[in-house]
């Protein structure tokens, strides 16, 4: 089953590159230089504009909005889920993914809207609230971070239509 998850990829030209907005902030590790430290950005968190129950085995699909001017150009679009954790958000491999992309010259500014699937695999066991966002890789545009957008929930074993199908003499 395919649930869907709203996303604004940088609603007001707000959260592209290294810019710190004022308000709620969360860390998003980018790199880990040679000396291991981590490098990143800060990204405003933001209430979600809708909040999801999957299971395991169910896809999240992410419905996403931004604006585009420019030439032609091909591009990665990167989801994640994962948990804010003291400022920082942490991804879950499992639940991340990357797409190629392109899009159309736009001589005149242009409002994209796309969709990005990530299932969430069958086996999965780290039930609770996760958390989302979205980004372009170059040029760096960021989505908000979505905080408890997704709630991954277990099957509860469940016992239905339950009869007596026929009496016999033994």
């Known amino acids: 089953m395919i649930k869907t998850l709203e996303v604004v990829l940088d609603p007001d030209g707000l959260y592209t590159g290294q810019e ?6 969360i860390f998003v590790p980018q790199t880990t230089d040679m000396y291991g430290r981590v490098w990143g950005v800060y990204t405003p968190a933001a209430t979600p504009p809708n909040t999801i129950s999957v299971n395991p085995g169910d896809t999240v699909r992410f419905s996403i909005r931004f604006k585009y001017l420019g030439p032609a150009v091909s591009y990665t679009l990167y989801c994640s889920m994962g948990d804010q954790t003291l400022g920082i958000f942490n991804e879950d ?14 001589p005149s500014q242009v409002t ?21 966002y979205c980004k372009v890789v170059s040029p760096q545009t960021l989505s908000p971070i979505y905080i408890d957008c997704i709630n991954i929930v277990a099957y509860s074993p469940t016992f239905t239509d339950m009869q007596i199908t026929q009496f016999a003499k033994v």
């Open 20 to 25: 710190v907005v004022p308000g709620a902030q």
């Open 93 to 106: 491999p499992k639940l991340t993914k990357s797409f190629s992309k392109s899009q159309a010259a736009a």
């Open 112 to 132: 994209v809207n796309l969709t990005a699937d990530i299932p969430i695999p069958t086996s999965y066991t780290n039930y609770g609230w996760r958390d989302a």
